[in-house]
């Protein structure tokens, strides 16, 4: 086993015990996911007349074990599940020193961690496209997280959250596919990445009418009466109520 694979194991090992403290919309699943397709990306832009858009003419260079492992941390330090006393922006760097990294990779992988939201980029988006600029891996690892966010996986990954983490009823999370699911389409960096969120965007919108035809089942106006307007006994639809 090399060096690089070596630390990867670590660091896969510390991920598997850290997210198992969340949720299955951020669990370990979801970092295998966001891996494979980080693999999946890199080996297609790899291929004759694929590559990352940029302002230079020279062509970025993609080191895998740097996609590797940011995709495998990119979710440790996430503002939603941080606890008290944790520092988000150095928390990644911190544990790949403790694991073994040396410093210019620890720095770069926490780096890359820290421009994958996509909350933080559409904020900002000039920062996001300086930060690909310095590392171009992080337009990897990015799109890869947000291709988990789309399709059915997404639309699983939403209901998740929507439940442990929010007040939100099942509607609420369908607002988010407005908001936020079918909008990240237009932010993917990589052809791969796009070509992929194209064929799950087109699944999220399948949902969405297979959702909005069997709600409108449930809109239909049901009399609501007053607990106190009942008598001793009453007969409702059939049913006898006694007190």
């Given amino acids: 086993m090399t060096e690089s694979q070596l630390l990867i194991a670590r660091v896969s090992g510390y991920v598997q015990r850290h997210m ?8 370990y699943e979801h970092i295998k996911r966001v891996v494979g397709l980080a693999h999946t990306i890199y ?5 004759p007349g694929e590559s990352i858009p940029t302002d230079s003419e020279a062509q970025p260079t ?4 740097t996609i590797t492992l940011s995709a495998l941390l990119h979710d440790v330090g996430d503002r939603k599940y941080i606890k008290d006393g944790e520092d988000g922006t150095t928390l990644v760097r911190d544990k790949l020193l403790e694991l073994g990294a040396d410093e210019a990779l620890a720095t770069k992988v926490q ?20 930060l690909i600029a310095q590392h171009p891996e992080l337009a990897v690892v990015q799109d890869a997280d947000r291709l988990d ?7 699983g990954r939403a209901f998740t959250y929507g439940g442990a983490k929010t ?38 919108r399948t949902f969405q009418t297979w959702w909005g035809e069997e709600m409108e089942i449930g809109r239909i106006s049901l009399p609501n009466p007053e607990p106190q307007l009942f ?13």
């Fill in 167 to 204: 007040n939100r009823d099942m509607e609420g999370t369908m607002e988010i596919f407005e908001l936020h699911l079918l909008k990240v389409e237009a932010l993917m960096k990589t052809e791969p990445g796009r070509k992929m969120a194209r064929e799950r965007t087109e699944r999220l």
């Fill in 111 to 130: 780096a890359i961690c820290l421009g994958v939201s996509y909350s933080a980029e559409v904020k900002d988006l000039a920062r996001v496209k300086t």
């Fill in 20 to 27: 198992s403290q969340f949720d299955a919309s951020h669990d």
């Fill in 62 to 65: 993609l080191d895998l074990p």
């Fill in 43 to 47: 080996s297609q832009l790899n291929l």
């Fill in 149 to 155: 966010a789309i399709g059915a996986v997404g639309i």
């Fill in 231 to 243: 008598n001793k006994e009453q007969k409702l639809d059939g049913l006898k109520l006694e007190s």
